[in-house]
């Protein structure tokens, strides 16, 4: 069998073109078009691998903040607690001393109303107890006492007639105005003129009237001028020492 080389070396050329033109056309491009994506998807990797160690380190810093965060709160609380609980005991010391100011305050408004109200006692009695002796003198009282009542009053009358006697300036016999605090008999009036004329002006002209308020008391008025005695001037002199004492 002979060899056609013009058909062979022409299959020849025929295949290295349609290698080249595969290559060129078709090979070259599928090739570089897997390199790149080989090289994308390499990217890819090393892009996912460094965003993983980043997620990490993320996750890594995230827990290193938590717990110091964990830390810090347990610290905060803790600092919390202590400064409230310095607070509550502050603010209880406070209260405490108030408490106890207002309790003393209390204790001696309490002690001064009970002082002033003993006061008020002691003067209340005091007073009815004179008031009482009083009426009990007067409820008691007699002539003789009445009588003694009035020598007394002249006694008084003759070391105080110069506040009647220099006075008299006006015309005509002076008239001068008796009161008493009881009822005068007739003898008892006599008595006080007898004696009254002698110690002042026999024309004197003198007027009895009675005078309840007076107590066993008398006296003797001359325009503006007085001469008294009352046993109730010895009562309150009484009593108001012994309210000063109280």
């Known amino acids: 069998m002979l060899i056609d080389w013009f058909t062979v070396i022409a299959q020849v050329i025929n295949f290295l073109i349609l290698i080249f033109l595969l290559k060129r056309f078709l090979y070259g491009p599928l090739i570089a078009a897997l390199n790149k994506r080989e090289k994308r998807i390499s990217d890819q990797l090393r892009t996912a691998e460094k965003s993983r160690l980043e997620a990490e380190r993320r996750v890594l810093e995230l827990s290193t903040e938590k717990e110091k965060l964990a830390k810090n709160r347990i610290l905060l609380q803790t600092e919390a607690q202590r400064e409230v609980q310095k607070w509550r005991d502050k603010e209880l010391e406070k209260v405490k001393i108030t408490v106890e100011a207002e309790k003393e305050k209390w204790l001696d408004a309490i002690d001064a109303e009970k002082e002033e109200f003993y ?15 009083k009426k009990a003198l007067l409820d008691l009282a007699d002539s003789s006492l009445e009588a003694r009542v009035i020598e007394t009053f002249l006694q008084k009358t003759e070391h105080e007639k110069d506040l009647l006697t220099g006075n008299q300036q006006t015309a005509g ?67 108001k020492e012994v309210m000063r004492t109280m």
Do not use: C
Not at 125 to 132: T, W
Not at 220 to 235: H, T, V
């Open 119 to 133: 006061q008020r006692l002691r003067i209340r009695l005091g007073r009815i107890s004179f008031k009482l002796s």
């Open 173 to 239: 016999p002076p008239t001068l105005s008796l009161k008493s605090g009881f009822a005068l008999t007739d003898e008892m009036k006599n008595r006080l003129r007898t004696e009254l004329h002698h110690l002042l002006k026999p024309d004197v002209a003198l007027i009895f009237a009675v005078e309840p308020d007076l107590g066993l008391g008398i006296e003797l008025i001359a325009g503006d001028r007085k001469i008294e005695w009352n046993i109730n001037r010895y009562i309150l002199d009484i009593e």
